[in-house]
């Protein structure tokens, strides 16, 4: 006898756990299918937080923002070619999103910047740690809170699709056992192929070589899964690669630290660009460099306020020293040289205004306070912003742009939002937005 369910999502990162959540709460019964062995996908991975314009944490640092503005500018970022209809229900639905999380006992109620964005709209925890675990771990609460089946190291094989409808789906369960799970509706939440190089390498050859910040379940497979019941796809060679990578691990060393008032330089000790870029710009940047390298490069101001930084040190990625002298040595880089891009550096924040590299955010404080802190980095594949289309209630959509009936899709799964660059924040806006109203549109349809 094949299990039976309202609800059944296919991934437990971000997306899939705010969409299990929100259907279980509209009265679905729900299942969660995850292939690998522990939950929280790439999102775990998640390091700088969460955008969204005109929420009540943003009033009470009082910072002021508009909708309008977040929609410009991610529509800029995104070289416009986002999907506008997608990009609207994301800017209106964010501020809600950041209270729904709040609502679970979730709060993001710190407030940062990344690339591409003019104002503090990045929600952050409290605590200074990464958003993605504090994410994952207080969604698993509530996962929990309202028994909501979970199936781990089973992977979906096959959506299984009758009568013009989805109509369940087949798994391979941890003991290679085949099964069927009949449901009303499934919600494909199952995340990008950054972490598959051939299928990236096919739709972009010269990121062959390149390494990839994401874990290995993301590998794509949920998009062919939708492709083989009609939906369409777009996008798909729009590849994110994120400019701060640590290449011997792969670690990404997070945004939040450039946002927090660091600088890059090139080997010659020299700013070579604006570091509040859009992560293509800085990546070109960075690629442009004899080197093909650069050092994120900050000081013990900024390693106070992050918690990060002290991973990054813990991990034995950071080089240190207490002067700029003793730093530039460490590096192999003129000395004079590095204490002169700091002293003009820290000119341009006394002023607010960076002549050379058109800096506008994050121009923090002075890198004045050993001891002083450097990070080798390299870009590496980050995020695919293509995928399968939906309509901006999640719904999935086939080559004549049909819905096909019982069909959702949530995360970086679904193409079009983030057009050819994503913005620092933008990803687990996107999963929480749109894994809130997979969720509740996949309830409703179950009981239609
Ligand atoms: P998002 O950020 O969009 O939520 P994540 O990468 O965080 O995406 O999570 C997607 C999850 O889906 C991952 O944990 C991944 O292992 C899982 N997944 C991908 N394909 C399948 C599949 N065919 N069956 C079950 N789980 C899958």
Redesign the pocket.
């Known amino acids: 006898e094949a299990q039976r369910y309202d609800v059944v999502v296919?991934?437990?990162?971000?997306?899939?756990l705010a969409a299990a959540i929100q259907a279980s709460d509209e009265g679905a019964s729900v299942l969660i299918?995850?292939?690998?062995s522990t939950i929280?996908?790439?999102?775990?991975k998640a390091s700088v937080g969460m955008n969204a314009a005109e929420t009540r944490f943003q009033k009470l640092k009082g910072i002021v923002d508009s909708k309008q503005q977040f929609y410009q500018e991610t529509l800029k970022g995104g070289n416009f070619k986002n999907n506008t209809q997608l990009l609207n229900r994301f800017v209106e639905q964010a501020p809600l999103a950041v209270e729904w999380l709040a609502e679970r006992g979730i709060e993001l109620n710190d407030i940062t910047i990344t690339g591409g964005m003019s104002i503090d709209r990045t929600h952050r925890p409290a605590d200074g740690s990464a958003v993605g675990g504090f994410l994952i771990s207080g969604l698993v609460k509530n996962i929990n809170k309202r028994n909501i089946d979970l199936m781990l190291d089973?992977?979906?094989?096959e959506i299984l699709y009758a009568d013009g409808a989805v109509s369940g789906v087949r798994v391979i369960n941890e003991d290679q056992e085949q099964l069927t799970i009949i449901s009303k509706s499934v919600i494909v939440?199952?995340?990008?192929f950054s972490a598959n190089s051939a299928m990236v390498v096919k739709y972009r050859p010269e990121l062959a070589g390149f390494v990839t910040t994401n874990?290995q379940?993301?590998?794509g497979?949920?998009i062919a899964?939708l492709e083989a019941i009609g939906a369409a796809t777009v996008d798909m060679g729009e590849i994110q690669i994120h400019p701060t990578v640590e290449q011997q691990t792969s670690y990404l060393i997070s945004e939040s630290i450039r946002g927090g008032g660091a600088i890059l330089v090139n080997q010659q000790g020299e700013r070579f660009f604006n570091e509040m870029e859009t992560r293509d710009k800085v990546s070109a940047a960075i690629i442009g460099l004899a080197e093909k390298y650069a050092y994120i490069v900050f000081d013990e101001q900024v390693r106070l306020k992050n918690k990060a930084a002290d991973e990054y040190l813990a991990r034995g990625f950071v080089v240190s020293a207490s002067s700029p002298q003793g730093l530039a040595a460490e590096l192999n880089i003129d000395a004079a040289t590095l204490q002169q891009t700091l002293t003009r550096y820290n000119g341009f924040v006394a002023d607010q205004c960076d002549p050379d590299f058109g800096r506008k955010t994050a121009l923090r404080q002075p890198i004045s306070q050993g001891p002083f802190y450097a990070i080798r980095i390299a870009p590496g594949v980050h995020h695919t912003m293509g995928g399968v289309v939906t309509n901006e209630d999640s719904a999935v959509l086939d080559a004549q742009n049909q819905l096909i009936p019982g069909a959702f899709a949530?995360?970086?799964?679904v193409g079009g939002l983030h057009g050819s660059n994503r913005i620092g924040g933008n990803?687990v806006a996107d999963?929480i937005i749109f894994?809130i109203q997979a969720g509740s549109h996949a309830a409703k349809y179950a009981r239609r």
Do not use: C, P, Q
Request: proline share 0%.
């Open positions: 296919i991934g437990s990162g971000g997306a899939g299918i995850e292939k690998m929280g996908g790439n999102t775990i089973t992977s979906v094989s939440a199952s995340g990008g874990h379940g993301a590998t497979g949920g899964l949530a995360g970086e799964v990803a999963i894994g």
